[in-house]
């Protein structure tokens, strides 16, 4: 879990110093409108959603969740590459198209493995340690990009090149040092030998009840999954809360609009984010534990209400902003991979990936609707007045969502003891 984290780390430092200069890059140095960015940032939250559940599937399907991540990998630091050799509108959004795929391919698989070396009493704190480091590169990744552009005015070629170099010795760090985590295969073994050790018969066909039919080899995959209410009832919330969730460039944008700062402080906005979310991942995954993380989940969303309301004062400073961030990062910790370690707890061992995969899939497709929607709605009626209309609704909608939601827990206490 730890050597993931450090590929995840590496591998944010590579994307997020580009995310940091992304806005800026395309609305100053570009010269496009926030329709034009809400598009590339609508890509960046949703073009991942068309291939999570297929990454999913495949890890699942051949319990080798290590080499389809690898391939996510690969194909995002190939998009590095091409950004040192693209230029305009058109190459750059097709190029982050690519590296949202990447992104979208791993995920599930790499949070497979997290889930298979945790123990179930303890998922969302394991997904927690793992996302304090993956967070602690997206805190490292902004400063990267700070420092060159201080250093290098309009210096964006130097953010990409240093963005390949950390994307390239993170697809090292999990090809050479990961081991080839097998769920199913490691599962089917334990079972084996508890039934020795007890001195009972070895299983016929390898079709154990405890393991719900696990097998080391062969078809391990159904969507029956789907058919199970809780499950529904997660993805349905998912989604909505999704929908009301804009991208942080665009917060970033908004406080910039307000406050009027120099462009070369922006990337330290996405460092401010980030590192309150390494610092409350690990906690916000052993409250989960404790309190449920369906509960942690839906009422996180009331941290992104408070980041919106900050985000909205018609008059700003220091305070408003730094709270807006630390807001911003309270609530990833507090929804990221608390949402996995619930989706995978939802579900049987064998199509846990894809559950995961799942999850991610809709939220990814929702806030790419989202930015953008809320790109056209920023042009047309402005900062202040789109921001206060999401605000009010995602507010109304948090209450609703968690009286859909209230009694996952308790089916998730299930779910996980019987996985």
Known sequence: MVTLG???????????????????????????????????????QGASALVRVA??????????????????????????????????????????????????????????????????????????????????????????AFVILWLIPEGYTTVFMVSLGASVLGLGALVLLVPDVRPRRAAWL???????GRGLPKCKGCTCDALGGLEPTGRPFSWSFLRDGATRRLLLVATALGFLTVGDGFVYLALQDRDGFATQWFPLLYVGTNAAYMLLASPAGRLADRLGR???VVWGHVLLVGAYVCAALPSGGIAPTLLA?????????????????????????????????????????????????????????????ALVLVTVVLAVAVP?????LRRADATTTDAGTAA
Do not use: N
């Open 400 to 404: 609703v969502c968690w009286f859909v």
């Open 294 to 296: 369906a509960r942690v």
């Open 325 to 385: 961030l630390v807001l911003l990062g309270a609530f990833y910790a507090a929804t990221d991979g608390v949402l996995a370690a619930l989706a995978g707890s939802l579900v049987p061992l064998p199509v846990r990936a894809t559950a995961i995969g799942t999850a991610q899939t809709v939220v990814a497709v929702a806030r790419m609707v989202a930015s953008a929607t809320f790109g056209v709605l920023w042009f047309a009626v402005g900062r202040e007045p």
């Open 55 to 144: 990454g999913g599937w495949a890890s699942d399907r051949g319990d080798h969740p290590k080499w389809v991540a690898a391939v996510g990998y690969g194909l995002s630091a190939l998009t590095r590459a091409g950004l040192l050799l693209a230029s305009g509108f058109a190459a750059v959004t097709t190029l982050v198209a690519i590296d949202r795929i990447g992104k979208g391919i791993r995920t599930a698989p790499r949070d497979a493995m997290i889930a298979a070396s945790s123990d179930p009493r303890s998922l969302a704190r394991s997904f927690g340690t793992h996302r304090a480091l993956d967070t602690a590169g997206a805190a490292l990744g902004p400063l990267l």
């Open 6 to 44: 450090i590929v995840s780390l590496l591998t944010d430092v590579s994307s997020e110093a580009v995310a940091a200069v992304l806005p800026l890059y395309v609305t100053a140095s570009l010269g496009l409108t926030t329709v034009a960015y809400g598009f590339v940032d609508g890509l960046m």
């Open 190 to 196: 334990a079972q084996h030998k508890t039934r020795e």
